[in-house]
């Protein structure tokens, strides 16, 4: 007999039936040991007749249960498949703003091959930002010390005469070989601005599917 509900219900049923099918795939009992001068099961001490009844009717409730989930998961999929919402990415089926905000989502561990391709832009970015500042901050650092030791070098160990002496061709070396941010993008400004636009699309995505599970009905 075919039932009407929500997306949402439909959602909810398949994800205890998905359970509940592993449970009682686990609890079920399928095949035994008897030997032939014995009435009861080796392993559910129970007598063959029963053994034989348990099994089948487990076998039964789990092919049921399959049945069901298999309909739903069918009537889910077809239903997002065919209804649409706005958002400021466009129109998007329900599957592909599924698809999207999943993409969005994606733990950063995983292979940038199933990264949403601006989360791949940020992540690479954001590495490459960090790396850079950290090199040159390794950089200036060492020629911190080596202007220095030049110093010391021009002046001797009596700071009593440091000022007395010139030191132009020291500062010229360092103001040469600075380091410095080659940034044309103004990165960190680019990367806030992929931050914010992730996050708030995958908001508006997360609640315009939220309300479409919400209101559409499915029949089962």
Do not use: C
């Amino acid at each position: 007999m075919e039932n009407k509900l929500l997306v949402t219900q439909a959602l909810d049923e398949r994800r205890l039936l998905k359970k509940k099918i592993h449970d009682k795939i686990e609890k079920a009992s399928f095949v035994d040991i008897i030997r032939r001068n014995e009435e009861q099961v080796s392993e559910k001490r129970i007598p063959r007749q029963d053994f034989h009844k348990e099994a089948e009717s487990a076998y039964q409730q789990i092919n049921d249960l399959i049945t069901r989930y298999t309909r739903l998961d069918a009537a889910i999929i077809q239903s997002n498949a065919n209804t649409w919402i706005d958002t400021s990415y466009g129109r998007l089926s329900v599957a592909a703003a599924i698809s999207l905000r999943d993409r969005l989502a994606e733990d950063h561990d995983f292979g940038y091959e199933n990264k949403d391709f601006y989360v791949h832009l940020y992540d690479k970015m954001k590495k490459e930002y960090t790396q850079r500042v950290e090199k040159i901050e390794t950089k200036n650092k060492a020629l911190a010390q080596t202007a220095e030791n030049m110093r010391l070098s021009i002046l001797g160990k009596d700071t009593k005469t440091r000022e007395e002496k010139p030191l132009e061709v020291v500062e010229a070396y360092v103001k040469e070989n600075t380091s410095e941010l080659a940034d044309p993008l103004d990165i960190r400004r680019k990367m806030e601005e992929l931050k914010e636009r992730r996050d708030t699309l995958l908001t508006e995505l997360d609640t315009q599917i939220k309300v479409s599970n919400a209101t559409v009905f499915i029949t089962v």
